[in-house]
């Protein structure tokens, strides 16, 4: 009985040297660390997320617009921006101009903030003649599904959309500072460019004069933009739904819903697009931040995936993070911020 006691002894302590030996087989495959941080609780659906500085703007669906600031490790609701009743879905910062825009169930709207980033600007409080015509400051409707904002010059901001309406499709706006000189302030007005191209369009990234769009079950096109003037360079089919695009160095980045993300390679004088690779994770990809060269994606109920980029034609799958239902993510410096059904989540990200 004793040698037998010893005996099992002796396998328990090899058994648990064995244990400690071996590997995690999904920490070793890992190149980044991700620590969680906390949750911004947004009271509805966080749909959307952007960050800039120490502040964090979402679209809170039926719970608004929200602005949060960063505060020794935490974060706290700064703002609360009126728009309307319905929804809020998505949000985007020019932070140059501090031209906020934001996107509803019906409506697109636009104001400028204060340069603290925390409320409007003063225009809409000191003159309340104005602030009446300022207020309800939209550019589009509720099929807006994607915008770029970038400033030309101190008086003048560009902004490219994409429309789901089969007759709007990618539209480009330009909004002017104005001089009231009889009230004595500035303001921003919106001149139409004009819908540039027809058909349901969905995700748009720009880069340079490059504009690539994508068009649901009809893949991605590539354009150029000389001035107001488009000049198609090529088009590509994806599996799937393409449903948003990101240039990626020499590359497309492409969120082809249930089919996964697919890699597309730009051609010489970027005048070509070709299938690289694809990669498939649990779950349908909706949404793609970049970090270094590390792909987020956007998951849905399966929440959020990291991809590796470092080989762009063998990508795999770095890992996933338990994050809940997730509409977007945004990567600011070493912060992650994902948009959940339980409000903004926040993580820590860095290379291992």
């Excluded at 309340?128 to 309800?136: G, K």
């Excluded at 001089?179 to 303001?187: A, D």
């Amino acid at each position: 009985m004793k040698n037998m006691l010893t005996s099992l002894i002796v396998l328990l302590l090899l058994l648990a040297l064995t244990a400690c030996l071996r590997p995690d087989p999904i920490e070793s495959g890992t190149v980044v660390d991700v620590s969680y941080v906390d949750v911004l609780e947004t009271e509805g659906y966080a749909r959307d997320v952007v960050a800039y500085g120490n502040k964090i703007f979402v679209a809170a669906s039926q719970a608004g617009n929200q602005i949060w600031e960063a505060q020794n490790g935490t974060a706290v609701k700064v703002f609360e921006p009126y728009f309307s009743d319905n929804p809020a879905l998505k949000i985007i910062l020019e932070p140059h101009s501090r031209l906020l825009f934001t996107v509803d169930k019906d409506k697109a709207f636009y104001k400028k903030l204060n340069p603290e980033l925390s409320a409007f600007d003063s225009v809409y409080i000191l003159h309340p003649v104005w602030s009446e015509i300022l207020e309800d400051r939209f550019f589009g409707d509720g099929s807006i599904e994607d915008i770029f904002a970038r400033e030309i010059n101190d008086s003048l901001v560009a902004v490219v959309v994409s429309d789901r309406s089969e007759g709007d499709g990618l539209q480009q706006n330009y909004f002017n500072k104005r001089y009231h000189s009889t009230e004595g302030f500035y303001y921003w007005e919106k001149n139409n460019v004009g819908s540039s191209t027809a058909g349901k369009h969905l995700g748009l990234d720009l880069r340079d004069t490059l504009i690539a769009v994508t068009r649901d079950e009809l893949g991605v096109i590539l354009y150029r933009l000389e001035d107001v003037d488009l000049d198609t360079l090529a088009e590509i089919d994806t599996p799937g739904s393409a449903l948003e695009v990101l240039f990626y160095d020499n590359y497309l980045l492409v969120a082809n819903n249930w089919a996964g993300m697919e890699v597309i390679s730009l051609g010489p004088g970027d005048s070509s697009l070709t299938h690289l690779a694809n990669i498939e994770v649990s779950g349908w990809v909706k949404q793609i931040s970049i970090w270094n060269d590390i792909a987020i994606l956007s998951c849905g109920e399966n929440g959020v995936f990291l991809v590796d980029l470092s080989d762009p034609e063998h990508p795999r799958v770095d890992q996933a993070i338990d994050a809940g239902y997730t509409y977007r993510t945004y990567v600011a410096n070493d912060m992650l911020y994902a948009a959940t059904r339980e409000g903004v989540k926040r993580y820590h990200i860095e290379s291992r």
